[in-house]
């Protein structure tokens, strides 16, 4: 009986030191604190360039539909219709709206593409070429879409609402597109049409770095830098391709100087999705703590989305997240040597301030899932190193071209990438990219986790 009575006291006691700690949590986060300053900045930036009613940017809104519509005043449409549906509810989980067509999403062929991350099908493109030709004939209007980024001289993304959840433009099928006219362009460049093939892979080149800078959406500014490298890339093998072809390593290395210039503050920043991100984060976790209760959810759900409010204070996690970001905020306009310089300093700095935030602590009892929820925020410094990663790629095909081009041996290309100029430099330090008998390549000092290893360079041995 005794034993019994020790029992029932000890697990009084649980409870009772559970519930006065529940209590304890719940008095401490009654009140959201104020925006502070920083975070406040974040929320309130606002594009001034402001949006145009024939926005060409808007066809990638409506870049799925059919042959004959006109994408810009469609697309205007459907983001228009998610941006009240953002205004009416930022924080909201259902974003259907009417669809204004049938959609016909591009269908990349499977035998174009390739796995290889160091690749970009080049040779795929030229043993396919009939099969790419006709595919340029039949979506020629897609084409056409793709190209008012180029023609457009105030071409500027229009972002989603920020807001957690919502639709993106058809970022997919325009990737897939740009894939469509760089295999295009290397069809025209093997069949003869040098100039034509040139001039189309510059128009790629100038639309892959107009969306890199003039997008507000890290995706998007993701995307774009895929885009780049992968232009590059086509430079590189149609270079190997082209190997004993003087006409056509002449024009490529030409055209490498005209249109791979380093890249401009605009393409490098990513500050511009950082105040996305903020106001998304910011939205998102007005969605957790204003969630309804389902009819069907269970005591534990119920008990969860009662807390929430109490356990993650909206205002309080976005100065979390402003302050960690205020780590990352000065290499955003950096150039690529200061990068390069203090990339790994800056991402330890971050690491070492979110992991504070993780960690249980005494003041863990304020905001505690806000806490955890800041700890997360996205790592922008690997993010800018894959951008940081094309300029480099850019300096090393540009180098290749040069090597060919001048018929430079094989027992010669060291000596030649230590004297050349600071356009065929590894940029990260202004250092000579270092050269790899063993694989006839130039090798190539990556940052981020999608850094090309190698460019090869088939030159003659004698």
Not at 303 to 327: D, H, I, K, Q
Request: hydrophobic share 50%; with cysteine.
């Amino acid at each position: 009986m005794r034993v019994l009575r020790i029992f029932v006291v000890s697990l009084s006691a649980l409870v009772g030191l559970v519930l006065l700690l529940s209590v304890g949590v719940v008095l401490v986060n009654l009140r959201d604190q104020a925006l502070d300053p920083l975070a406040k900045g974040y929320l309130e930036f606002a594009d001034p360039s402001g949006l145009a009613g024939d926005d060409p940017a808007f066809a990638f809104w409506a870049f799925d539909a059919p042959k004959g519509v006109d994408p810009v005043p469609v697309g205007r449409a459907v983001w228009e219709a998610y941006e009240a549906l953002a205004r009416a509810n930022p924080a909201r989980l259902d974003w259907t709206i009417h669809a204004p067509y049938p959609a016909q999403p591009f269908q990349f062929p499977l035998d174009l593409a390739c796995a290889d991350a160091q690749s970009a099908c080049v040779s795929t493109y030229l043993a396919h070429a009939s099969k790419v030709k006709a595919l340029v004939k039949s979506d020629q209007y897609l084409l056409d879409r793709l190209a008012t980024v180029d023609t457009d001289a105030h071409w500027h993304e229009v972002a989603p609402p920020a807001s957690p959840g919502v639709p993106i433009a058809r970022l997919a099928d325009v990737t897939g597109v740009f894939s469509l006219s760089l295999a295009q362009a290397s069809v025209e460049i093997e069949g003869g049409q040098i100039g034509q093939g040139v001039a189309r892979l510059e128009q790629d080149m100038r639309i892959a770095r107009r969306i890199l800078g003039a997008s507000d959406s890290l995706l998007s500014k993701m995307v774009a830098s895929a885009m780049l490298r992968r232009t590059l890339l086509v430079y590189s093998e149609l270079l190997s391709a082209a190997s004993g072809q003087p006409p056509i390593l002449a024009a490529l290395d030409a055209s490498l100087a005209r249109s791979a210039g380093d890249l401009d503050a605009n393409e490098r920043s990513l500050l511009a999705p950082m105040y996305y991100e903020a106001r998304t984060l910011y939205n998102l976790t007005l969605q957790l703590v204003s969630a309804s209760t389902p009819a069907a959810a269970d005591w534990r759900d119920r008990l969860a989305l009662w807390a929430t409010p109490f356990l993650l204070l909206p205002r309080a996690t976005a100065n979390l997240e402003a302050s960690l970001w205020e780590v990352e905020a000065p290499m955003m306009r950096a150039s690529t040597h200061d990068f390069g310089r203090n990339q790994r300093a800056i991402q330890a700095r971050f690491a070492t301030a979110a992991g504070a935030l993780g960690r249980p602590s005494w003041r863990s009892a304020y905001n505690p899932l806000g806490k955890i929820f800041a700890s997360n925020a996205p790592d922008m410094t690997e993010f800018a190193a894959r951008v940081f990663d094309d300029e480099v790629l850019m300096h090393a095909v540009k180098a290749k071209a040069r090597l060919m081009t001048q018929g430079v041996r094989f027992d010669q290309a060291a000596r030649f990438l230590e004297d050349a100029d600071a356009s065929c430099r590894e940029p990260y330090s202004g250092a000579a990219f270092s050269w790899r008998p063993a694989e006839a390549a130039i090798e190539l000092p990556g940052r981020g986790s999608h850094a090309v290893a190698l460019v090869r360079v088939p030159l003659r041995a004698t």
